[in-house]
């Protein structure tokens, strides 16, 4: 029976996934993911109060993976800075793969009620700091809110780099440049 029950919210998690990237999450009706994962309306709303609530458990399985196979990959690594070149590589992957996803999401998001935009917003941005801590402690043994804005908004330029400019900034520069800026003496 409990099988059943996750085989089904498997199902629609996976149908959405494929109608979102391919129609965006405002082109996308609650029926479209029910009729792709042949589930009824009802189960839908068994498993998913929203269609919003369902896109954050998108988003929180996604950040959870990433975070998991950072896991994986530091454990590899010995040394920090070849830890930042996997982060990097992980994120060049996924920038290739979702980007014009991203971008379609995000310009669909601004017709989105605002409530809805405000807690996805927060869920999403919440998930990807407790992701962002866990890896800087692994990296360096602590971690501060200084430090997650610098790899978050190297991430972010990395990615605009990838997205907007086509280009690849040298990912061994920048996990040197990061890695040195995280163990940089205050004040110095």
């Known amino acids: 029976m409990r099988k059943k029950k996750i085989d089904k919210k498997k199902k629609i998690i996976e149908s959405a996934l494929v109608l979102f990237l391919k129609k965006g999450f405002n082109g996308t009706s609650v029926a479209e993911i029910t009729d792709l994962s042949g589930i009824s309306k009802g189960n839908f709303y068994t498993y998913f109060s929203s269609k919003e609530e369902l896109l954050k458990e998108i988003v929180n399985t996604v950040i959870d993976s990433i975070k998991n196979e950072l896991e994986n990959n530091i454990k590899e690594k010995d040394n920090p800075v070849e830890a930042l070149e996997e982060f990097f590589r992980t994120n060049l ?17 601004g017709f989105a009620p605002i409530d809805s935009r405000k807690m996805l917003s927060e ?12 890896f800087i402690i692994s990296l360096k043994g602590s971690c501060n809110e200084e430090d997650i804005t610098l790899i978050w908004g190297t991430t972010l330029a990395f990615w605009i780099d990838i997205a907007m400019q086509g280009k690849t900034p040298s990912i061994k520069k920048i996990s040197k440049k990061i890695w040195y800026g995280l163990n940089a003496k205050e004040g110095s």
């Open 93 to 109: 992957s996924l920038a290739k793969t979702y980007t014009p996803s991203i971008i379609i999401s995000l310009r669909e998001a």
């Open 123 to 134: 869920s999403i941005d919440q998930k990807i700091k407790e992701a962002l801590k866990f």
